[in-house]
């Protein structure tokens, strides 16, 4: 079902840093069902039969989106969404009288969740967003743990790398300030290049890209 002319199609993008081992689906889910349902809501009425097939002519006077509309729209939206060139299945329960409650499934033991995890300071772990469960985390907590030789020569160089460009681009500095940081970017930069940790994860995220690049085979743009 396509509900949307297809120049007002966009995918979306929450594409998380390096540094967000932790993906919590629950603020995507909400904000696409809000988008849906305020596109609803601004759809002339007289247009509505057209854009959303299979309304009834009771349904299209309410202001309300019809649920099963809003659930076909929902599952569209979110077979669309991608987490470092990985896709995800989406499963929904229904709640009486408060429309679905979604959950994403886990991509190994597809249990409900509503966070996946990406092991980033374990490079042993499979480098994909799974469970909690299926990553054997004990407690999250412990893959942001910052005693970590990874959080430490990894994670937080990369951290401060994205600040240090985020402080520039907003060009409230003097050229001394920026000279400064560009100085730091540069020193952050060649000790990560000189770090063994650095080399090992950055080989570990490309084979992972490049395989995730052949299962979905050549991307479109
Ligand atoms: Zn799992």
């Not at 599952?75 to 408060?98: A, D």
């Not at 967003?129 to 910052?146: E, F, G, P, V």
């Not at 990874?150 to 300030?177: A, D, G, H, M």
């Not at 990560?192 to 991307?219: C, D, F, I, V």
Request: include cysteine; hydrophobic fraction near 30%; aromatic fraction near 10%.
């Amino acid at each position: 079902m396509n509900f949307k002319p297809k120049s007002t199609r966009k995918k979306r993008r929450f594409e998380p840093i390096e540094s967000t081992p932790e993906f919590n689906f629950l603020p995507l889910i909400d904000k696409i069902k809000t988008d849906i349902k305020i596109k609803y809501a601004l759809c002339p009425i007289g247009q509505r039969k057209q854009n959303y097939p299979g309304i009834t002519d009771e349904e299209i006077k309410d202001n309300k989106i019809p649920l099963i509309i809003l659930r076909g729209i929902t599952r569209e939206e979110l077979s669309k969404f991608s987490l470092n060139g990985q896709n995800f299945e989406f499963t929904y329960q229904e709640m009486y009288y408060k429309g679905d409650r979604w959950y994403v499934a886990c991509p190994k033991c597809k249990k409900k969740c509503h966070n996946l995890y990406l092991p980033t300071n374990f490079p042993e772990k499979e480098q994909r967003y799974l469970c909690r469960k299926c990553h054997d985390l004990k407690n999250t907590s412990n893959i942001m743990a910052s005693d970590s030789p990874v959080y430490f020569n990894v994670i937080k160089p990369l951290k401060r790398l994205e600040k240090i460009k985020k402080l520039i681009s907003r060009q409230t500095f003097t050229p001394k300030k920026v000279k400064k940081l560009l100085r730091e970017y540069k020193r952050i930069e060649k000790k990560l290049s000189e770090s063994p940790e650095y080399r090992l994860w950055k080989l570990r995220k490309m084979t992972l890209q490049a395989k995730n690049q052949q299962q979905k085979g050549p991307t479109q743009t």
